[in-house]
């Protein structure tokens, strides 16, 4: 497996790391093997029984799943935007989704020694008005800040401003009073977007680029994830196959938030997050140690499966050890998943531009991945709020 980046490499060093292969291309003679022993056949038929129920329930959208480097089943289903049909190459807002590729920003720079977990935010933003939040209590959601939805939201609809993220940074440090706090830093798990708006921002501050082109740059271009942007992008190929988000049957424009980007915000296909899943299964980005750490839960408030590592949600077993990975998505009549095993080498991608809950179940097609052998803990639906 290839290492990660040590902290002291020469940039010649990161350059040569970025062009190691994240994907061995499976000769026919490897496909074919791999198919009889996974029973791919047999598994397609029984997942595309399962999409056909999602579909007659109303899911609008793209599905992949694939496995040990088989593609299983991929497919698209409704409309991207007026009469418009989605295919597999439409572009879906991923929504908090999109928090894992922040996390993995984040933690390329912990890699390249430019950020430390232990760092606070006032170490990059002095005039932050929060004392001991630290890099690592942001991606875990511990960092008891307030919701900059609802602190600035009467603002920003009066003055029908788009703010961007270090706008949001601004009016945290200037606001009068400072918005109440929701706990102390560490003190308790509490998803909340603040966190990932804060940290895209730092990602900003401390490279000296745009959150854009910092993922272009350091994740999207050397895993070949070319259609993949950020909202923000410039790049006029973000529009090409672009979808727009529906809910009770109704179009949804911009929102005021959609600039803000970190805590949501990425467009991306089925394709590219198979690449993606792929990046992370190959350690190439990130090593193999700090993989570890974005996966291993850490809170413990709320007994139970559900837990949080650093970007990435957790389903754990009675020991609290992982046994998945994924994060889910909603944002502005979007829904996504996306959920591996890669112990099991398996993952399910579904993005959704037509709001339906039923995106967030994936127990039966999980189970059909595991075969006869294993059957998941999973609820029927796993849509953490």
Known sequence: MVLGLLANCNKNEKKQDQQKPFEKILTELEIKKIKK????VYKTQLISALINKKVKAGFNGSILVAQKGVVLYENAFGFSKDTIPNTKDSKFQLASLSKTFTAVAVMKMVQEGQIGLDNTVKDYFPNFPYDG????????????????????????????IYPSNQQIMDWFAAAVPTPKPLNQPDHFFSYNNTNYAVLAALVEKVSGKSFDDYLKEKLLLPAGMTNTFTGVSKNPLLNVNKTIGYQNGRKLEKDFYDDIMGDKGIYSTTGDLLKWYNVLKSESILSKENLREMYTPRSFEHPGLRNYGYGFRLWVNELQQ????????WWKGYNTIMFFDLREDFVVILLSNKYNRDVYNVKEIVNVLHGREKQSTLEENILDQ
């Open 322 to 329: 992982t046994e998945y990975i994924y994060h889910t998505g």
């Open 37 to 40: 022993e996974i029973n791919a």
């Open 133 to 160: 939040v630290s890099i690592r209590s942001l991606l875990s959601h511990r960092s008891g800040l307030p919701y900059y939805q609802y602190e600035f939201d009467l603002k920003v609809r009066t003055e029908k």
